[in-house]
């Protein structure tokens, strides 16, 4: 695997690992041309670095992790900190459906960067404390602490409709 | 316990609508990513070797050395250049470092060593303007202002470059055939040579080197277009890209009868298309990642027309507000930038911010209005 893979390995695993990828990205980010800017960069990079990807199976993992590493580099920047992204115009495909459930993606849009990253990758991907810690590059008492604030946050604005226990969300 | 949180995720993660996936661009970026790795381990090799062997007191000398172009020196210089660079006269100006060519200034190529100045040899400069008939001659700047003078060439003749390789190409004629010669940029040593076999010399569509990509060099006239690799001679042609006016990192502008449009060489695939009513054709970043147009004034001939910046890579418009739709180059790494009386405004396009920034030019440099300047990225051919 460190020779760099052929064009129709690394086509193909491109397109079976997108739509996953650019998912977590939109629930990180809230920005269609965001999250695409994420992917793609983190694919290129996977490119790039593909010496490091001991197997094909490994790759997709390593791919997510390259992207969450790089999400990471973006929050550390000033213009992240003081630029919350948003949708600046509205588009009707992306519109909740309010009858089924409450409008999570306007709640995401109130937490800050990493606070929405550390929710999305537990609850979403599944992650566990030690995982987001090292793939965000913060202690996991970060962890813990953004996961609390975060989900005490999404229960504020969503009510008991939203989120309605969090036992077990820092275990 | 948070499964209803799970599953809201799931909910909307599930509604997203997912865009195809842009494989060819993720495939020309990695590759470009790639072999930006590769150059700086190089690089690092370089600086360690030198480093290595000065030793002790000696080390930083390396640093403070100007002499024409060692490896080492090139090697640091290529890690660092990263700013706006310009000519004025015989002056060139990378940053704050101010460095001087042979002649007048003709255009300025980048590559990883520095930049490959082209400027006229002083018996041509006395002549005035370029005619055609003179020599210009070639000269590496690297960032610390370095210079190394490398050949004189035919006037008009701009050799072709990638900023991310130490080489440039020239086209050259031997026996009635077309050729395209390769030359490392820190010393002028030929390293290789390709014949384009299937390009005519003259007529009246003349062969000419399009563009440098990595190892692939790109050549053609309006009926062919052929990519070389030049370093093993392995040649293909292009389908569907007749007519190439230029070549930037692995993307091409074509020109058609009406239309303008940016392709990914490496599967001939349309990137972008404009109407040439109404636009200007496209114009590529040295990267290939940027292409601009200029909307055509419909009715008021006098005012600044807008100017069209599509990263080509990301697919989608690039607000750059104050970039003039005339008289802007590009840094290396393809952002675009411009000089006012006093001052030199960069713009970056990658970021979130969008941002221009505006730095006051080197003490004491102001520029007249009338001034021939000839900025870095833009490809002059007089």
Known sequence: MARPPTDADFSEFVRASWPRLYRTAYLMLGDHGTAEDLVQTALSKTYATWGKVRTLDAAPGYARTVMINTAASWFRKKSWRNEQPTEVLPESNYQDDLNRRPMLGAALAQLAPRQRAVIVLRYYEDLDVRQTAHALGCSPGTVKSQTSDGISQLRRILGDIGVTDIQGALS | ?382
């Open chain 2, 1 to 382: 316990m948070t499964d209803r949180l799970t599953e809201l995720l799931e909910l909307e993660a599930a509604d997203v609508r997912v865009s195809a996936a842009p494989v060819a661009d993720i495939l020309t970026e990695g590759r470009r990513l790639r072999r930006r790795q590769r150059r700086a381990t190089t690089v690092l090799l370089a600086v360690t070797v030198a480093i290595t062997s000065v030793g002790g007191a000696g080390t930083w000398r390396i640093l403070e050395r100007r002499d024409q172009g060692s490896p080492a020196d090139s090697a640091i210089a290529a890690s660092r250049l990263d700013v706006p660079v310009f000519g004025i006269g015989s002056t060139v100006y990378l940053g704050d470092v101010i460095a001087s060519a042979p002649g007048t200034v003709r255009s300025l190529h980048y590559t990883s060593a520095g930049v490959l100045v082209r400027s006229s040899v002083p018996t041509n400069a006395e002549k005035g303007d370029a005619d055609g008939s003179g020599l210009d001659a070639l000269s590496l700047v690297t960032a610390n202002g370095g210079v190394t003078n490398l050949d004189v060439i035919g006037e008009g003749t701009a050799p072709v470059t990638d900023p991310d390789e130490p080489v440039f190409v020239l086209p050259r004629q031997a026996g009635g055939g077309l050729y395209a010669s390769v030359y490392l940029a820190t010393t002028g040593a030929r390293v290789g040579r390709v014949a384009l076999s299937t390009l005519p010399v003259a007529g009246p569509s003349p062969g000419r080197i399009l563009g440098l990509d990595g190892d692939v060099l790109y050549a053609g006239n309006q009926e062919n277009t052929v990519a070389v690799n030049w370093r093993t001679g392995q040649q293909r042609p292009i389908i569907g890209a007749e007519g190439i006016v230029e070549v930037r990192g692995g993307r091409a502008v074509i020109d058609g009868r009406n239309w303008s449009r940016v392709i990914n060489l490496n599967n001939s695939s349309i990137a972008a298309t404009v109407p040439l009513r109404g636009y200007t054709g496209y114009r590529l970043s040295p990267d290939g990642q940027l292409a601009t147009a200029v909307i055509e004034p419909e009715v008021d001939l006098t005012s600044t027309p807008p100017l069209w910046v599509y990263d080509v890579g990301r697919r989608r418009l690039v607000d750059l507000e104050k970039l003039p739709s005339r008289g802007y180059g590009w840094t290396a790494g393809g952002d675009p930038f411009w000089i006012t009386a006093n001052s030199v405004v960069r713009c970056y396009p990658r970021t979130r911010g969008r941002a221009c920034v505006t730095d006051p030019l080197p003490s004491g440099v102001r520029v007249d209005k009338d001034a021939d300047v000839r900025l870095g990225g833009i490809d002059y051919r007089d």
